[in-house]
Structures are given as C-alpha cells and as structure tokens.
C-alpha cells in the first residue's frame, strides 16, 4: 500500500514537470513571436517610408540616407536574431531610422506625423531648443532645433563617451568621425564639450554639470540655457528623461496613420 502511494506521487510529480516544461517552452515561444513580429512591423514601416519620400535639399537628403542606412542595419539584425533581447535591437534600430524619417518630413516642410515610441538610446539626452555655435579648434559647429543649411545633420538624441547628446540638427556630423580611434575621438569629446559643456557655455555652470549634467540628472533652477530642471522646459534642453521611457520591449506604439498614408504609419 506504502509502495503505492509513492508510485502515484512520483507520478504526479513528473506529470506536473512535465507540464510545466511544456508551459515554460510555450511561453519562450510566445515571447520569441511576439518579438519578432514587433521588430519586423517596425522594419517594414521604415522600409514603407523610404520608398515613397524624395527630396533635393541637403537636410533631407541626408536624413533619407541614415534612415537607409538603419533599414539596412535593422535588416541584417533580423536575419540573425534568435533571442526577443535581439529582436528588440532590430526593433530599436528600425525605430530610429523611423526616427530619421520625421526628420526628413520636417526637412521638407510637411507633417512628420504622431509620434514615435522614445529611443531608449535618446533616454535623458533631451532636445536642442535654441542654436548653438562654437568654435574648436579653428573650426565653427553649429546645433540647433531646426534644419538649415548650416545644421543639415539630424541626430536623434544618445550618448557620446559618456555625454548626452540631445536630438536636434547640427553642422557636421562629428558624433560619427568621433567612432573611431585616436584623433577622431579626441576631437568628438572636444566638440560636445563646447556645444554641451556648461564649463563652455557659462563659467557658473561648471558645478551643476559635474553635479547633474554628467550623470543625466536635473539641472534644478539655475537659470540660462541650461535652466528648468531635468533638461527640460525653460532650457537649452526640452523633454529631458522623455516621460518614462525604458526597455525597448517596453515600448507600445500604435499605428500610424493620417500623413504617412497607406493606413500604417
């Protein structure tokens, strides 16, 4: 009798191991689909855009060209994804292209439509508000909120060595030559120092950036350029920690309609 009751619990046991192995593969598969769809819908919405939006002017041109280069990229990233951790960098990467394609409809006069979910790369990097010119080393860079032809370069807001770097329009592209080793860097920490650096823009702000600005903080009421607490507001900086971004799974993002035609995006 003894014997018997073993024999059924270890049986009931190894069903519910069973069972739950099953669930577990179940859910991870799930996971994984869910993943890749939401990468691939993203993808094919860049791809969509890029089809259809041509222009001439510098700023848009050169918008139309990162955002192929993140199709590209975000096609390539697909192919070999595996993981949902990887599915969400091609997700990521197709966003930012998408993200270049706003730039390119504001570039051209025309509704960038709603918009996107927040890059978590751009989380707490901010927005230019005013334009910015320095000067390095014999050379003149300029930021600002809006295209031109000084600021034909769209970024859409991340890190740089450390530094945030706010989405706006910019003279050069110096984030991209600054990828590479030696000079090249040297010269990228050079250029964000002086168009971000509080130290650059106002001696008085030297404190509040080793205090805030370094570790992507608030920069409180200090007033100027970099005024308004969190990068946001009143400053040099709008929508500093973008309102509670965070993992890029995380992110919801409906359909886009209206101005971008054809019923998605």
Do not use: C
């Amino acid at each position: 009798m003894e014997f018997a009751l073993w024999l059924v619990l270890i049986l009931l046991l190894g069903g519910a191991f069973v069972f739950w192995r099953r669930g577990s593969r179940s859910r991870r598969s799930n996971e994984l689909a869910d993943a890749r769809a939401e990468a691939q819908r993203w993808y094919e919405r860049l791809g969509g855009q890029l089809m259809n939006l041509h222009g001439d002017a510098p700023a848009v041109r050169q918008a139309l060209a990162d955002a192929g280069e993140r199709y590209n990229a975000a096609g390539s990233q697909l192919e070999q994804a595996t993981t949902p951790r990887q599915f969400g960098l091609a997700r990521e990467t197709a966003l930012e292209g998408l993200a270049y394609i706003r730039a390119a409809r504001t570039a051209m006069g025309i509704d960038p439509g709603p918009e996107l979910p927040p890059l978590a790369a751009a989380q707490g990097a901010g927005a230019l508000t005013k334009e910015r010119q320095v000067d390095v080393q014999g050379q003149t860079f300029r930021a600002g909120p809006q295209p031109g032809n000084s600021t034909p370069y769209y970024y859409p807001g991340g890190r740089f060595q450390g530094r945030p770097v706010p989405a706006g329009w910019y003279s050069t592209p110096w984030w991209k030559t600054a990828l590479g080793a030696g000079v090249g860097v040297v010269g990228g920490l050079l250029i964000a120092d002086a168009l971000f650096s509080p130290a650059f823009a106002d001696p008085g702000y030297d404190a509040g950036y080793q205090e805030g600005f370094g570790d992507g903080q608030d920069f409180g009421d200090q007033g100027g350029d970099m005024g308004g607490g969190d990068m946001g507001g009143q400053g040099d900086y709008a929508g500093g920690d973008f309102g509670g971004g965070g993992d890029f799974g995380g992110f919801g993002g409906g359909d886009f309609g209206g101005d971008f035609g054809g019923g998605d995006f």
